[in-house]
């Protein structure tokens, strides 16, 4: 089993920056792929960003240029740099691990959730206008 803890959330006003982090813990022998979905109230939950053990990475078009999903393999933890935050990312930000597989396997699952097999609790983040 892998478990994820996500920390870093919070309110910030329009045009600010926040930093999630995601930390794995357990069995993590081969997560190659890390991903950050989120959830706004009333909205299906959606993609952010994906990086795999090589560092690809890849964005949903509405957080290109203004998020960066990092990752520390040492520490086990991921991050996400989110900057000139805007209200529409207003949402519950949740890391997801998904075990084995390329990066075309995690590029896949970014796309389907339901392939990424460990999900954290979440962690909710504010922004206002």
């Known amino acids: 089993q892998v478990q994820l803890v996500e920390s870093g959330g919070g309110s910030v006003q329009a045009g600010g920056s926040l930093r999630l982090s995601c930390a794995a813990s357990?069995?993590?022998?081969?997560?190659?792929?890390m991903g950050w979905f989120r959830q706004a109230p009333g909205k299906e939950r959606e993609g952010v960003a994906v990086i795999n053990i090589g560092g690809s990475t890849a964005y949903a078009d509405s957080v290109k240029g203004r998020f960066t999903m990092s990752q520390d393999t040492a520490k086990n933890t991921v991050y996400l740099q989110m900057n000139s935050l805007k209200p529409e990312d207003t949402a519950t930000y949740y890391c997801?691990?998904?075990?084995?597989?390329?990066?075309?396997?995690?590029?896949?699952?970014?796309?389907?959730?339901?392939?990424?097999?460990?999900w954290g609790q979440g962690t909710q983040v504010t922004v206002s206008s």
């Open positions: 357990g069995y993590t022998y081969r997560t190659n792929c």
């Open positions: 997801a691990a998904l075990r084995g597989g390329g990066w075309n396997i995690c590029l896949a699952a970014f796309q389907n959730e339901a392939d990424f097999g460990y």
